[in-house]
């Protein structure tokens, strides 16, 4: 099945902690997004990739930071430089980096602290 | 500025009955398009319908619907013959006018449909 898989659906972070958020996809597809819901809220971008080795800042890149080595993984790191990271993260890819192209979702990992 | 805005916070329906969701945007591209996604309390964004600005006729995909005005600049999902399952957040999105890659979203519509 294809599809995008986000590990672990519920993280916790301590204070000066650096958490990672795994987002794997086997759609293959170009391009990658992290954001982030607070609560009643729509989504925020984070960071965003259209292509391996190669990633731009969202709207909140503050704080946070990924990486693209591989097509179908783009880790988001939540850094102690983020002091209010309790969210809900979602991470999103589509087929090509342009155009208007859909975003297809995975399930989504709740970051809380401690 | 670019906007979504989504004015119904929350709404109740019987199940069985049509729905409308309403969804108004602010863009000053002539070329753009337009998503709606459902939220259930999973926490999984579903993607349900889109439609393009160019686009004649109104997107429609099984249930869902979308009534796209271009004049009044809005863009409500409707949602034929509820079901209990249809209770979620739905969320309208466009893209965003300077990157082609990002959307901007609304704040969404919290549905509620009872037996």
């Known amino acids: 099945d294809g599809g995008i898989t986000q590990s672990p659906k519920y993280l916790f972070r301590k204070e000066g902690q650096n958490v990672t958020l795994s987002c794997e996809q086997n759609?293959?597809?170009?391009?990658m997004y992290w954001y982030r819901q607070d609560p009643g809220q729509g989504l925020r971008l984070i960071y965003y990739?259209?292509?391996?080795?190669?990633?731009q800042k969202g709207d909140i890149a503050e704080g946070y930071s990924v990486s693209r080595e591989k097509k179908e993984s783009f880790p988001l790191t939540v850094t102690s430089a983020q002091k209010n990271p309790t969210a809900f993260y979602l991470c999103?890819?589509?087929?090509?980096?342009?155009?208007?192209?859909?975003?297809?979702f995975g399930p989504g990992t709740r970051l809380l602290v401690l | 500025a670019q906007k979504i805005t989504q004015t119904q916070p929350g709404m109740f329906v019987q199940e069985k009955e049509a729905v409308t969701l309403d969804c108004t945007y602010d863009?000053?591209?002539?070329?753009?398009?337009l998503f709606w996604y459902k939220q259930p309390s999973s926490g999984e964004m579903i993607f349900l319908i889109y439609?393009?600005?160019?686009d004649e006729q109104n997107a429609t995909e099984g249930r869902y619907s979308l009534n796209f005005q271009k004049a009044r600049k809005s863009a409500n999902l409707v949602i034929s013959a509820s079901q209990l399952g249809d209770s979620a957040m739905y969320f309208c999105?466009?893209?965003?006018?300077?990157?082609?890659?990002?959307?901007?979203w609304g704040a969404g519509t919290k549905l509620i449909i009872k037996p």
């Open positions: 999103a890819s589509s087929n090509t980096a342009g155009g208007l192209e859909t975003q297809y």
């Open positions: 759609l293959n597809h170009d391009a």
């Open positions: 990739s259209q292509i391996v080795n190669d990633f």
């Open positions: 863009t000053s591209d002539q070329s753009y398009g």
């Open positions: 439609q393009g600005s160019y």
């Open positions: 999105a466009m893209v965003r006018e300077d990157s082609n890659y990002q959307l901007i």
